[in-house]
């Protein structure tokens, strides 16, 4: 089957990544002020520090040093050692950042893994393409274009604020659990839990390597 895969919020922790990058960048602490999608309005900053905080960004390969979600990557791990195909269908702004995404996707393992980068705002074209059996997104609004898309499994996983979410759609915590849930159902005799070392022959998640997130240093994040 095809299991198709947001990256920021499922894969990757980009919210934490971010604000530690912006927090080296201004110099000082920033309080959460609200689940707000929109990250000047989350972390109460203005449009002149945003811009200055994704400027350093993404010119220190932000992209390829953000920190994964291991429950997100444990899942994409199953899911190709049960033999799935797994695509990660993502928002960039441009041709670098999707070469730092690859980089990073091979530097924790998913080198099978194929990567699909959308630039621009909406994923319904790249979704009616792909065709997936499965799809997880952090956004409703990604999630409501997997529906228009028709795609027959669609979980929006809580990775930030509550959203309303599109008929059809279910939420879950983590994309381990949501996955889990959805090969039982379709692939019972060949599924076990997401959890622990579920793919055997490669490292347990404290085995990975560790990313040290680099602060307050001139040019890096």
């Given amino acids: ?119 621009g705002a909406s994923k319904l074209n790249a979704l009616k393409t792909l065709r997936p059996h499965f799809y997880a997104d952090d956004r409703a609004i990604h999630c409501r274009e997997a529906r228009d898309a028709m795609v027959p499994e669609i979980v929006r996983i809580h990775a930030w604020g509550p959203e309303q979410l599109p008929d059809g759609v279910c939420e879950y915590p983590d994309v381990g659990t949501a996955l889990s849930d959805f090969l039982k159902r379709h692939a019972p005799l060949h599924v076990g839990p997401c959890n622990g070392n579920p793919y055997p022959g490669r490292a347990s998640a404290s085995g990975w390597p560790q990313l040290q997130a680099t602060r307050e240093t001139e040019g890096d994040v």
């Avoid at 990250?39 to 400027?55: D, F, I, M, S, T």
């Avoid at 996707?105 to 980068?117: F, T």
Wanted: one cysteine or more.
């Fill in 1 to 119: 089957m095809k299991i198709a895969l947001d990256a920021d919020g499922v894969l990757f922790d980009f919210q934490t990544s971010w604000r530690l990058c912006a927090e080296g960048v201004l110099g000082r602490a920033l309080p959460l002020c609200g689940q707000h999608y929109d990250l000047g309005q989350r972390y109460g900053l203005k449009n002149a520090e945003v811009h200055k905080v994704w400027a350093v960004w993404n010119t220190t390969s932000g992209w390829l040093r953000a920190q994964p979600i291991e429950s997100g990557m444990r899942a994409a791990h199953m899911a190709l050692d049960l033999g799935h195909e797994v695509y990660v269908v993502t928002c960039l702004p441009n041709i670098r950042a999707a070469e730092e995404r690859r980089r990073a996707l091979d530097r924790w393992g998913l080198d099978k893994a194929a990567l699909i980068p959308v630039y």
